[in-house]
C-alpha cells in the first residue's frame, strides 16, 4: 500500500501547485485613463501643433476651469512655444522667433525668468538687423548716383552712339563714371574688328582720368549684323 499512499501524495501536490498557478493575482489598482480631450491636448503639444494645443487648452479650461491638470498642461504648452522661439531665432527667424515668445509670455506671465534669456537673444538680433539696414542705407547714400546702368541687375546693355562723336564723348564719360562707381567689366559687342581699338581707348582714358589705379578689366565680341552696344556688368557686393 505504500507505493500507492505515495503515488496519492505525489498527485495530490500536483494539484495544489497546478490550481496555485491558474489563481488569478490579486487585483492591482487601475489608474485612470486621461479623459479623450486631455489626450488631444498632450498629442497636440508632442506634435508641435501649439495653435490647435491652444485652442483645444481653452475649451478645457472653459469646460473644467479647477481642473488642476490645466495648470500642468497649460505649462507644457508655454515651454513648447519658448523652444519653438529658440529654434527659429537659431535659423534667423527673428519675427517668429518674437511671435512665439509672446505667446509663452501670454501663457506663463507669472514666470517672466523663464522667457527672459530668449527675449534678450531676440532684442539682439532686432538690433543686429536694425544695424545691419542702416549700413545698407548708409551705403547706398554714399555711393554716387547710375548714369547708365542699372545696379540691381546682373548687367547693362548700352548703344553707343558711334555716329555723333559730341554724343558718343557723354556717352562715355557717363560710361567710365559707372564702371569705376560700380567696379563693372566692360565687353564691347561692335560689328567691325577696327571699332574696338578707338572705342577701348577713349574710354580708357575717361577711366584712368577719374581713377589712375582702377584695373579696367575690357574685352570684345564681333556681332556684324548689330549695332555697336556696351555690356556692363556691375561686381556682386
Known amino acids: 500500500m505504500k507505493p500507492f499512499a ?4 505525489l498527485l495530490a501536490a500536483f494539484s495544489f501547485l497546478l490550481a496555485a498557478c491558474q489563481t488569478k493575482p490579486a487585483d492591482t489598482v487601475a489608474v485612470p485613463a486621461e479623459p479623450e480631450g486631455y489626450q488631444q491636448l498632450a498629442q497636440s503639444i508632442a506634435s508641435s501643433e501649439l495653435a490647435t494645443a491652444e485652442d ?5 479650461q472653459a ?3 479647477d481642473d488642476p491638470r490645466l495648470v500642468q498642461y497649460q505649462r507644457q504648452l508655454a515651454e513648447a512655444y519658448l523652444q519653438r522661439s529658440q529654434i527659429v531665432l537659431q535659423k534667423g527667424d527673428v ?3 518674437a511671435t512665439a515668445l509672446a505667446r509663452a509670455r501670454v501663457l506663463m506671465p ?3 525668468a523663464l522667457t527672459g534669456g530668449v527675449n534678450g537673444a531676440i532684442a539682439q538680433a532686432r538690433k543686429a538687423e536694425l544695424e545691419k539696414i542702416e549700413a545698407a542705407l548708409i551705403e547706398a547714400e554714399a555711393k554716387p548716383k547710375a548714369k547708365v546702368i542699372d545696379p540691381s541687375a546682373p548687367s547693362t546693355v548700352v548703344a553707343l552712339k558711334i555716329n555723333d562723336i559730341a554724343q558718343l564723348r557723354q556717352q562715355l564719360d557717363d560710361i567710365a563714371a559707372d564702371v569705376v562707381n560700380y567696379n563693372c567689366t566692360v565687353v564691347f559687342q561692335v ?7 578707338w572705342l577701348s581707348t577713349l574710354l580708357n582714358k575717361r577711366v584712368t582720368h577719374r581713377d589712375a589705379d582702377f584695373a579696367l578689366q575690357q574685352s570684345r565680341e ?4 548689330l549695332p555697336a552696344q556696351i555690356v556692363l556688368t556691375p561686381a556682386q557686393p
Open 6 to 9: 505515495s503515488r496519492y501524495l
Open 110 to 112: 507669472k514666470a517672466p
Open 56 to 60: 483645444q487648452l481653452a475649451a478645457l
Open 222 to 225: 564681333i556681332h556684324r549684323k
Open 191 to 197: 560689328p567691325r574688328t577696327e571699332d574696338y581699338p
Open 63 to 65: 469646460k473644467t476651469p
Open 95 to 97: 519675427n517668429a522667433a
